[in-house]
């Protein structure tokens, strides 16, 4: 992106945030920022002006609050009455004044649990980040149609159903606070899961990222918030580690350290620290650790794997959900040896058909010396769809067999 | 804004003397819950609703209507009362619909009213 877009793109929550807070209306505010951009790009010579978002702020409220008038006129059917002389609300924003920072209202709104979990994904992305419907549709797997569509309904339902465009009160914190990070996080899995990155869904790693860290500084004593933005960290800090020169994935003990990111696993270390420092542990900050744990082998060389099976066996008392179990199965097949760690594979029931389940089962079986279980396993997991990084690791794991 | 809060509860949470004894103790809570609405000019009114054994619906197809004995649809959960509430957003209606008493796997529905 050239210095002008990242300029706008970094302006862009503030500004459509204060924009929706003032108008109420997320449509509006979005069409008015855009229009704002395309007027930047034509008026700002070669170089943003040193305020950018003031510029945009202003250039958007005035298109918005024209595009009001002349609705309104509009609706009087009236074709031939002269606009209207401006309000004293139209003056007063023409005047210089710190844009209100209203980001948080924005994320609460967008993230609300009255919405359907998917789409508040789609759509924090879409009003928060500015990403297009059609690079959402490919990311989330669906038609663009359909995506249009879920997020329509879902601004629909924001507009009829009387969604406040406030911060919640502290009664119902907890649960809606939940709905954000839950929907942050939907949101960064997405984009880490593919270690190819060739997918659509890797493309806005760098939005959650953003978000993530927004998020961080909007509610700087919620430890899980600063928890969510250390993990989102110390996992992109490895991206660039996880896929060797062929294209096949890398798991972490193996990445070659040189290419990891330190400014990110030094920003995430100092996230998780204050988060620590509010002494209420959650999942985010458990897999925070687990994730600064891996980063750990700069400093000592080696990977703690009794530290990440302990922490797994605190995170699976929380979530109790297939990928920590399986991921704790493997962590103690490290530390305690293969056969352990398929002891506690063996206690999962019902995954036989999910790709990580058989990888891993691979993994501890090739480990435990059973050369057969693990070839199976292999190809069982090949048979699942794997994305192409993946495909070339479990290939050449399968080759590496004995026998 | 008005909202609607529609009460679905299951057809038969108040059935035999122990359904009795918990429709006495809902009751209760509704009256108590209404009173206090009301005193704080949200309430704009709400029933309970007969058993819908008591329906009687009315289909129009082709342009005829003809009647059916019974509510619209068979379900396990059945229409059991209303409020219709004035609040500011979304957040109060759902604030006081969560304080509306259900039997057990009740549910309690929100719904904005249309403005015409």
Same mark, same amino acid.
């Given at each position: 992106m050239d210095r002008l877009g990242s300029a706008i793109a970094g302006a862009r929550p503030r500004v459509v945030a204060a924009l929706a807070a003032r108008l109420r209306d997320l449509d509006l505010a979005e069409d008015a920022f855009s229009e704002a951009a395309a007027s930047a790009l034509a008026a700002w010579p070669s170089q943003a002006p040193r305020d950018p978002a003031a510029w945009l702020w202003r250039a958007a409220l005035r298109k918005a609050l024209d595009a009001r008038r002349r609705a309104a006129v509009r609706a009087r059917a009236a074709p031939d009455w002269p606009e209207p002389p401006p309000t004293p609300e139209d003056v007063l924003m023409a005047a210089d004044g710190p844009i209100p920072d209203e980001r948080l209202k924005l994320i609460f709104v967008c993230c609300h649990?009255?919405?359907a979990a998917d789409s508040r994904v789609a759509l924090t992305l879409k009003v928060v980040c500015g990403l297009s419907t059609d690079r959402l549709a490919r990311a989330f797997f669906v038609g663009e149609p359909a995506m249009l569509q879920r997020i329509t309904r879902a601004k629909h339902k924001i507009a009829a159903a009387g969604v406040p465009f406030e911060v919640p009160q502290p009664d119902a914190w907890p649960e809606r606070l939940e709905a954000v990070l839950a929907t942050l996080e939907v949101a960064y899995a997405q984009a880490y899961e593919? +270690? +190819?990155? %060739?997918?659509?869904? %890797?493309?806005?790693a760098q939005d959650v990222l953003r978000l993530s860290g927004m998020l961080a500084e909007l509610m700087p004593d919620e430890p899980e918030a600063l928890g969510l933005a250390a993990l989102v960290r110390f996992a992109e800090a490895r991206r660039p580690a996880r896929l060797d020169d062929r294209g096949a994935m890398v798991p972490p003990p193996e990445q &070659?350290?040189? *290419?990891?990111r330190r400014d990110l696993i030094m920003e995430g270390a100092r996230l998780l620290g204050r988060a620590a420092g509010h002494g209420r542990s959650g999942p985010r900050q458990i897999l925070a650790t687990i994730h600064a744990t891996h980063c750990a082998r700069l400093e000592t060389g080696r990977t703690d794997w009794a530290t990440i099976a302990a922490l797994y066996e605190v995170l699976a008392e929380i979530r109790p959900h297939a990928p920590v179990l399986v991921n704790r199965a493997v962590a103690i097949g490290e530390a305690q040896g293969a056969g352990a760690g398929l002891a506690a594979l063996g206690r999962? &029931?019902? *995954?036989?058909?999910?790709l990580p389940y058989q990888a891993a089962r691979a993994h501890l079986a090739a480990r435990d010396g059973r050369p057969d279980d693990a070839r199976r396993a292999y190809e069982a997991a090949l048979g699942l769809g794997p994305a192409p990084a993946e495909q070339l690791y479990l290939e050449a794991q399968r080759r590496s067999l004995p026998g | 804004m008005q909202y609607m809060i529609l009460i679905y509860e299951p057809e038969d949470a108040y059935a035999g003397e122990a359904g009795q004894a918990l429709l006495a103790e809902i009751v209760a809570k509704h009256m108590a819950l209404a009173e206090d609405l009301s005193a704080s000019g949200v309430m704009k009114d709400g029933s309970g609703l007969q058993d819908s054994s008591t329906a009687t619906t009315i289909i129009t197809q082709g342009g005829r209507q003809t009647l059916h004995d019974g509510p619209f649809a068979e379900t396990r959960?059945?229409?059991g009362g209303y409020y219709l509430i004035d609040v500011g957003d979304l957040d109060e209606a759902l604030a006081v619909a969560r304080r509306v008493p259900v039997a057990d796997g009740g549910k309690v529905e929100v719904r904005p009213l249309a403005v015409y």
């Amino acid at each position: 992106m050239d210095r002008l877009g990242s300029a706008i793109a970094g302006a862009r929550p503030r500004v459509v945030a204060a924009l929706a807070a003032r108008l109420r209306d997320l449509d509006l505010a979005e069409d008015a920022f855009s229009e704002a951009a395309a007027s930047a790009l034509a008026a700002w010579p070669s170089q943003a002006p040193r305020d950018p978002a003031a510029w945009l702020w202003r250039a958007a409220l005035r298109k918005a609050l024209d595009a009001r008038r002349r609705a309104a006129v509009r609706a009087r059917a009236a074709p031939d009455w002269p606009e209207p002389p401006p309000t004293p609300e139209d003056v007063l924003m023409a005047a210089d004044g710190p844009i209100p920072d209203e980001r948080l209202k924005l994320i609460f709104v967008c993230c609300h649990p009255a919405l359907a979990a998917d789409s508040r994904v789609a759509l924090t992305l879409k009003v928060v980040c500015g990403l297009s419907t059609d690079r959402l549709a490919r990311a989330f797997f669906v038609g663009e149609p359909a995506m249009l569509q879920r997020i329509t309904r879902a601004k629909h339902k924001i507009a009829a159903a009387g969604v406040p465009f406030e911060v919640p009160q502290p009664d119902a914190w907890p649960e809606r606070l939940e709905a954000v990070l839950a929907t942050l996080e939907v949101a960064y899995a997405q984009a880490y899961e593919d +270690a +190819a990155l %060739a997918g659509q869904a %890797a493309g806005f790693a760098q939005d959650v990222l953003r978000l993530s860290g927004m998020l961080a500084e909007l509610m700087p004593d919620e430890p899980e918030a600063l928890g969510l933005a250390a993990l989102v960290r110390f996992a992109e800090a490895r991206r660039p580690a996880r896929l060797d020169d062929r294209g096949a994935m890398v798991p972490p003990p193996e990445q &070659d350290m040189a *290419l990891w990111r330190r400014d990110l696993i030094m920003e995430g270390a100092r996230l998780l620290g204050r988060a620590a420092g509010h002494g209420r542990s959650g999942p985010r900050q458990i897999l925070a650790t687990i994730h600064a744990t891996h980063c750990a082998r700069l400093e000592t060389g080696r990977t703690d794997w009794a530290t990440i099976a302990a922490l797994y066996e605190v995170l699976a008392e929380i979530r109790p959900h297939a990928p920590v179990l399986v991921n704790r199965a493997v962590a103690i097949g490290e530390a305690q040896g293969a056969g352990a760690g398929l002891a506690a594979l063996g206690r999962i &029931d019902g *995954l036989e058909g999910w790709l990580p389940y058989q990888a891993a089962r691979a993994h501890l079986a090739a480990r435990d010396g059973r050369p057969d279980d693990a070839r199976r396993a292999y190809e069982a997991a090949l048979g699942l769809g794997p994305a192409p990084a993946e495909q070339l690791y479990l290939e050449a794991q399968r080759r590496s067999l004995p026998g | 804004m008005q909202y609607m809060i529609l009460i679905y509860e299951p057809e038969d949470a108040y059935a035999g003397e122990a359904g009795q004894a918990l429709l006495a103790e809902i009751v209760a809570k509704h009256m108590a819950l209404a009173e206090d609405l009301s005193a704080s000019g949200v309430m704009k009114d709400g029933s309970g609703l007969q058993d819908s054994s008591t329906a009687t619906t009315i289909i129009t197809q082709g342009g005829r209507q003809t009647l059916h004995d019974g509510p619209f649809a068979e379900t396990r959960e059945h229409l059991g009362g209303y409020y219709l509430i004035d609040v500011g957003d979304l957040d109060e209606a759902l604030a006081v619909a969560r304080r509306v008493p259900v039997a057990d796997g009740g549910k309690v529905e929100v719904r904005p009213l249309a403005v015409y």
